[in-house]
């Protein structure tokens, strides 16, 4: 009969977050074993109510509490500007530019062949179709700002050629950012100089 093992569920727990080894787990596991009660609960309590109350935005797919967020609400943001980027996290590195007030559009990922991420399995169809709306606002410019890696390439490549025929600019970001890194771990003012030195697709 199996018996439950409090220390290696959570080790085992543990080993499934991104970038988390077998040595890493166990180090972290005894260091919860040592951590105050209080801690630990005010943990597990954070992560519970992420799970309740954090959704992502129907329109944009940024994380949010209210469905529309903040930004596709917001009567300030400039409607006719949309920023792509392919994580959640990185709608906060931009935000910390302060200097982009337009709206966003998270694709939750790039496209990678080799890791089976086709164009399907992103929010491609959902940009397409914001671009194309018949509104009051036409969409005029779309910022590509996937990351400056091969599959943020290639999906900035495909992205351009699907939007450019529904009429916006389609920029992409300058490669102030160190190629082959994420967005949201660039600090501001890369991320600001990388969105200020943007070219024409
Ligand atoms: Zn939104």
């Not at 569920?9 to 499934?16: F, G, P, T, Y």
């Not at 709608?91 to 910390?96: L, P, Q, R, T």
């Not at 929010?123 to 091969?150: F, H, M, Q, Y």
């Not at 943020?152 to 009429?167: F, H, I, K, V």
């Amino acid at each position: 009969m199996a018996v439950f093992d409090p220390l290696a569920e959570l080790v085992a727990a543990l080993q499934r977050l991104p970038g988390i080894g077998a040595r890493s787990a166990q180090r972290l596991a005894y260091h919860i074993l040592k951590t105050p009660r209080e801690e630990v609960d005010a943990m597990c309590e954070a992560m519970r109510a992420v799970k309740d109350r954090v959704t992502y935005c129907s329109t944009c797919s940024t994380i949010t509490e209210s469905d529309p967020c903040a930004y596709c609400t917001s009567p300030d943001r400039d409607r006719r500007v949309i920023c792509v980027v392919e994580q959640p996290e990185s709608v906060a590195a931009v935000e910390k530019t302060r200097n982009f007030r337009g709206l966003y559009h998270v694709l939750m990922g790039a496209i990678a062949p080799l890791s089976g991420v086709g164009p399907d399995d992103l929010k491609i169809k959902s940009l397409l179709a914001r671009v194309a709306a018949d509104g009051p606002i036409k969409v005029e410019e779309v910022i590509l700002a996937t990351n400056p890696n091969v599959e943020g390439e290639a999906t900035a490549l495909y992205l351009a050629r699907l939007l450019r025929p529904l009429g916006p600019r389609v920029t992409r970001i300058a490669m102030g950012v160190p190629v082959g890194s994420d967005l949201d771990y660039a600090d501001e003012f890369t991320v600001g100089k990388a969105m200020d030195g943007r070219r024409e697709m």
